[in-house]
């Protein structure tokens, strides 16, 4: 078993920062793909970005340069950093990681974009 604990989340305005970090604990295997999703008001959940065991990034198409997902393997955490804010980035972002054939989530951190 695989826990997945994300924080960081919170309150900001439009055009302000947030980092959200994903601590992994438990049965970790070296090869896996870590994937940040969202899920916004009264709509589906959506991938982020994602990043694998061997350091390739993903991003969704509409993030265009303002989110980073990055990794520390020695603390098994990964983080997704935003950049420029949007009122329709809040949502509940939540941690997902991958390895072998199992799929593990957080339980969400939600991000609130309000002035």
């Known amino acids: 078993q695989v826990r997945l604990v994300e924080s960081g989340g919170g309150l900001v305005q439009p055009g302000g920062s947030l980092r959200l970090s994903c601590a992994a604990s438990g049965s970790i295997y070296s090869s896996y793909v870590m994937r940040w999703y969202r899920q916004g008001p009264g709509k589906q959940r959506e991938l982020v970005a994602s990043?694998?065991?061997?350091?390739?990034?993903t991003y969704a198409n509409w993030v265009k340069g303002r989110f980073t997902i990055s990794r520390d393997n020695a603390k098994n955490t990964v983080y997704l950093q935003m950049n420029s804010l949007k009122a329709e980035d809040t949502a509940v972002y939540y941690c997902?990681?991958?390895?072998?054939?199992?799929?593990?989530w957080g339980q969400g951190t939600q991000v609130t974009v309000s002035s």
């Open positions: 990043i694998s065991s061997n350091g390739i990034k």
């Open positions: 997902n990681r991958v390895q072998g054939p199992a799929e593990y």
